[in-house]
C-alpha cells in the first residue's frame, strides 16, 4: 500500500490564483481529513470527511473547498489564493471514527501564496 | 470546547538525557482518547501512541513511556536516554464526543532536540 499520497509536494501561488491540492488513500479508509500546519502551531483542521459523498467543516474552513467523490480521494481547493492560506497541508485518513484507529497522513504539501 | 495545551514550546537535551514532554488536556467528556504523534525534520506524521480515558496504566515501549493521569488531564511522554534520532515536533491530540469521536484536536506541539 502507499498509504496517502499528497500532490504537489510544493508549490508557489500568486495571490488571487487558485488551485487543488490532491489526496489519496488507498487503504479503503472511511474517513479522510485535510489540516494546516502553520510555524509553531499545531494542526488546524479544516475540512473532513466520513465518506463518499459526505463532507464538513473544521475549525478553519474560510477559504476552502472540498469535495469526495469517491472514497480514495480527498481533494482540497483554494479559490482564491491570499498569504494568509501560505502554510503546510496535511491530508490524513482513518478506518472509521473510532478512536481506537489513529489517522494515517500524507507526507504534506509546502504552499507558499505570494 | 476541548483544548490540548503543550507549554513547553521547544526543549534541548545533550544526547542520553532523560526527557519529559508535558501534555495538559480539557474535556467535559469522561470518554475520551489521547495520543502523541512525532514529526521528524523530515515532515511527515508519525503517530506513537493513543490511550482511552478508562485506561489510566501507564506504559512503556522501548526507551518510550507515557504517563496518563485523570487527576491533573495530564498525558506526558518521556523518552528515556534519548537520542539524536528523537530531535522532532511532538504533538499531542484529543477526540471527544465534541467532534463525535471523528476529528482530532492538536496541541502547539513540542519540538526535542538532541544533540549529541
Known amino acids: 500500500n502507499a498509504g496517502v499520497t499528497q500532490t504537489p509536494k510544493f508549490r508557489i501561488l500568486k495571490i488571487g490564483q487558485s488551485m487543488t491540492l490532491q489526496c489519496a488513500q488507498d487503504m479503503n479508509h472511511n474517513y479522510m481529513y485535510w489540516y494546516r500546519q502553520d510555524p509553531g502551531m499545531g494542526l488546524k483542521l479544516i475540512y473532513y470527511s466520513v465518506g463518499a459523498g459526505i463532507t464538513d467543516k473544521g475549525e478553519v474552513p474560510n477559504g476552502y473547498n472540498v469535495s469526495r467523490s469517491t472514497t480514495e480521494d480527498f481533494p482540497l481547493r483554494l479559490e482564491l489564493a491570499a498569504p494568509s492560506q501560505t502554510s503546510v497541508y496535511f491530508c490524513?485518513?482513518?478506518?472509521?471514527?473510532?478512536?481506537?484507529?489513529?489517522?494515517?497522513f500524507g507526507p504534506g504539501t509546502r504552499l507558499t501564496v505570494t | 470546547a476541548q483544548k490540548v495545551t503543550q507549554a513547553q514550546t521547544e526543549i534541548s537535551v545533550v544526547e542520553k538525557e532523560d526527557v519529559t514532554l508535558d501534555c495538559v488536556y480539557e474535556t467535559r467528556d469522561t470518554t475520551y482518547y489521547l495520543f502523541w504523534y512525532k514529526q521528524p525534520p523530515s515532515g511527515e506524521l508519525v503517530f506513537l501512541i493513543r490511550r482511552n480515558s478508562f485506561d489510566e496504566q501507564n506504559e512503556i515501549s522501548g526507551r518510550y513511556s507515557w504517563n496518563f493521569q485523570k487527576s491533573t488531564s495530564s498525558f506526558n511522554f518521556t523518552i528515556t536516554a534519548s537520542q539524536v534520532v528523537d530531535s522532532a515536533v511532538y504533538f499531542c491530540a484529543l477526540s471527544d464526543s465534541n467532534s463525535g469521536y471523528s476529528t482530532l484536536t492538536f496541541g502547539k506541539g513540542t519540538m526535542l532536540l538532541v544533540s549529541p
Open positions: 490524513a485518513s482513518s478506518f472509521r471514527a473510532n478512536p481506537r484507529r489513529e489517522q494515517y
